[in-house]
């Protein structure tokens, strides 16, 4: 029976891992178990129509060209509200605030130490009125990656820099004195006095990355970013007082990031719609992991109820699958990702829960760091073997999958290229104990 088993499979390297004792579940007794190695995996890749990226706590800005994945960018929107509308905190009289003037405006952008891409080289990123409600179109109330709101061409501030997120803590865009001035008078005039007065003169801003140059993408923290605006006190035989009035994302449900990719001249250009998969049979035997723009990897295991006609009575007692990185797709530039989250889903990709194990317990895919002369041994590791036996006693024709992604998927562009079975050689691997008893 156990060679008739095998025959179907198509496994000839499948070894005897001896006699162990199991626990109760299995009677208390010595068991045969089996090392199976050769099951087919099946790998593709999958484009989620939709991730959302409102209320993620950070700003992502940027744009690079990546070598695997096209052309990679971020805008990111967010609405407005001020500490005070009135100047100098207190209201004051109409007599004080003649003697205010503007001095300048600008935004302070801290840094949330996330970076991905070449931060050596200069980005520029400019800032525009949203001509628009900063309001979901949808009922649900969120924001998408592919969400977008209207905005003015011109540009109200501009910055061109080399990205420091790790030794640096913000960096400070001036803004027009123009947009600056105009703004300030509001105040002054008490034509804006409260937040529904602010938000109709000034319905939000996007910060966008030119395309005149591509590098890297830079997270800024929502909580702790502003717009300030200077101005100061003049009086007569009295030094000046300067002043500012800050203007904060104190909703962070209305700031997002549009996250898109042109994938044209890509192995991915053809990546079909989120209920499809495009086999890694057709992308050079590789399947793809991008955070954001909601690429993952699908993997399938389309024999695994034939493990049935090995015994009577028989399970899965342990499983591991294996994923190897392609050589020469990741670098200091782009790093591999410590973990992989794990989800399951059915054949349209819809996803019902995260992988977990017999207790019950998220599963991760761990990374192996450890490396030789051909990085051989780099590779993640996800424990499989309660997902395969659920899978492998089915009773219907149905069958799930599962799904690779990465942890930041709503607020990275971190990416991985995986090698398929067939992979000359990053082979993915899987690993089946076997009990029969």
């Known amino acids: 029976m156990f060679f008739f088993a095998i025959t179907i499979l198509s496994c000839g390297t499948d070894t005897d891992a001896g006699e162990f004792v199991v626990g109760s579940d299995y009677l208390a007794v010595n068991n045969k178990v089996i090392l199976i190695d050769t099951v087919t995996v099946d790998m593709a890749t999958i484009n989620f129509d939709s991730l959302i990226t409102s209320n ?104 061109s820099y080399k990205p420091r997120p790790i030794e640096k803590d913000s960096i400070t865009i ?30 939000g801003l996007v910060i966008v990355p030119s395309t005149s140059n591509s590098s890297s993408m830079i997270g800024f923290h929502v909580g702790t970013s502003k717009v300030r605006l200077y101005y100061s006190k003049y009086q007569a035989d009295t030094e000046e007082i300067s002043y500012v009035v800050d203007f904060t994302i104190t909703d962070p449900e209305r700031q997002f990031n549009a996250i898109s990719s042109d994938k044209t001249g890509t192995l991915l250009q053809n990546l ?8 890694s049979s057709l992308t050079d ?13 699908r993997i399938d295991f389309p024999n695994i109820k034939q493990l ?84 492998m006693l089915k009773k219907s024709d149905a069958r799930s999958s599962l799904i690779l992604a990465l942890p930041g998927i709503y607020k990275t562009v971190n ?10 050689n990053n082979k993915i691997q899987v690993k089946i104990y076997y009990i029969s008893y």
């Open 56 to 159: 993620k706590s950070r700003i992502l800005v940027g744009n690079y060209d990546d070598p695997v994945f096209g052309k990679v960018k971020s805008n990111s929107y967010f609405q407005l509200a001020g500490n005070s509308y009135s100047l100098n905190s207190g209201g004051g009289s109409d007599t004080e605030n003649v003697n205010y003037v503007f001095d300048s405006i600008a935004m302070i952008l801290k840094y949330d130490n996330y970076y991905y891409g070449d931060t050596t080289k200069v980005q520029t990123l400019d800032i525009h009125r949203v001509m628009q409600t900063v309001k979901p179109n949808s009922e649900d109330e969120n924001f998408y990656n592919n969400s977008s709101l209207t905005y003015n061409s011109e540009s109200i501030g501009s910055i």
């Open 174 to 203: 001036k803004m027009s004195d123009a947009f600056g001035s105009a703004l300030f008078q509001k105040l002054k005039k008490r034509e804006i006095t409260d937040f529904d007065s602010f938000s109709e003169y000034l319905r």
């Open 272 to 279: 079909p719609i989120s209920s499809s998969k495009l086999s």
């Open 285 to 297: 035997r590789q399947g793809f992991i991008q955070s954001g723009t909601g690429v993952a990897c």
């Open 308 to 391: 049935k006609s090995i015994s009577d009575n028989g399970a899965i007692v342990n499983a591991e699958l294996i994923l190897k990185p392609v050589n020469n797709t990741y670098s200091s530039k782009y790093p591999l990702a410590d973990s992989l989250s794990v989800f399951v889903a059915d054949n349209l990709n819809r996803i019902s829960a995260s992988l977990v194990n017999s207790a019950g317990t998220t599963v991760y895919g761990i990374l192996n760091k450890k490396s030789d002369e051909f990085n051989e041994d780099v590779g993640y590791s996800i424990p499989v073997g309660n997902f395969l036996q659920r899978e």
């Open 415 to 424: 990416r991985i290229v995986l090698g398929d079975q067939k992979h000359l």
